[in-house]
């Protein structure tokens, strides 16, 4: 009895130990139809609304303050992308598909000075959630 104490103890470490941050949705949250194509580019500013999103935004280009633009992935929600340019901007630009919640889109820089999301209140939420209050620098 004792060592299967122990051997469920260093199980639940490793399960526990070796898990990655994933960001979850019930399926009220995730189920979504994709919108249609042709879609026009939208800019990270406009993210930020209470509204909840009709559609997947899967194939749109989003475009960040600088002009920088990153593609909406066909890969469903509660999924995401980052992608990190160097060495002239030094600038980690993401987002994550967070459902109904729709886009949450971030830019960091290196040393996490500067650091900025956009999106809807509860998407933001449950980014932090999954990512930690720094995500935007963290990933």
Known sequence: MKRSLVGLAILAFVLVGCSNPSL??????????????GHDPIPVETLDTQKKTSCNLAGVDLVFPDGTHLTVPEGGVASGSSTTYAPAAQKTYMFYNVGIYGIVAGVGDPGCEVGQSWGSTVGKAKVREAFGKNWVCDR
């Open 24 to 37: 979850v949705l019930n399926a009220e949250e995730s189920v979504i139809t994709n919108c249609a194509p």
